[in-house]
């Protein structure tokens, strides 16, 4: 997620339901060998990954309908699962949706094709759209709902842009993970972000007034 996810994205088109997790891994695992042997995206037909996968391509079409969305998937199984939840505070959800993201840079990190199938992603309008519009943008609407809630449970100041402190909140692991590779993404910085940045925006109690006489 960029600090330019925010914008619209076109509609894209969604896969339909798998009718079987077996084949569908099956799937997944080829379109990764194909990729660990050093296929540019661009080179993988879905011809050569039914081929390489074992199935027939009416198998892959009734699952994906084109390899926009099949690659998105490669990547999703590749990425860290998105978090349940704790919901007992607007601040311990943050955490956790900043620690998804943070364990997401260490994994790109330490994967130099996960690496590099990122960088081909965005270097096609097709599969960034569909990256966009099913992982992106669900991702980032549910960070900008839980901000919206924290305001209506007084966590958060009622005045605060939300989908600006999103982008504040998510920015430093997405230049730690991107721009500044050399910089470390240690353990409890996500704590220490969500911490950092709540200090200033809590709502701040109204001195109570004189006693009635």
């Not at 965005?122 to 759209?129: A, D, E, G, R, T």
């Not at 992982?135 to 924290?150: A, D, M, S």
């Amino acid at each position: 997620m960029s600090l330019a996810d925010s914008q619209a994205a076109p509609e894209c088109p969604v896969r339909g339901r798998p009718r079987s997790e077996a084949v569908e891994r099956a799937i997944v695992e080829g379109v990764m060998k194909l990729l660990e042997e050093g296929v540019p995206l661009a080179e993988l037909s879905i011809e050569r990954i039914a081929r390489t996968a074992g199935v027939g391509k009416a198998t892959i079409y009734r699952r994906w309908s084109g390899k926009e969305e099949l690659f998105v998937d490669v990547v999703r199984a590749a990425e860290p699962p998105d978090p349940d939840l704790p919901g007992t505070s607007m601040r311990d959800d943050l955490v956790a949706l900043l620690e998804q993201l943070r364990r997401r840079g260490l994994i790109s990190r330490s994967s130099a094709i996960l690496h590099n199938v990122y960088a081909q992603m965005k270097s096609s309008p097709k599969i960034w759209c569909a990256y966009h519009a099913t992982v992106v943008e669900p991702r980032r609407r549910i960070q900008v709902e839980l901000l919206r809630r924290g305001q209506l449970t007084g966590e958060l100041r009622a005045d605060v842009d939300v989908e600006l402190l999103n982008d504040i909140l998510v920015g430093p692991l997405l230049v730690r993970s991107i721009m500044r590779p050399d910089l470390d993404l240690p353990e409890g910085l996500s704590e220490q972000i969500v911490d950092t940045v709540l200090e200033g925006l809590r709502p701040v109690p109204r001195p109570a007034g004189p006693a009635p006489e």
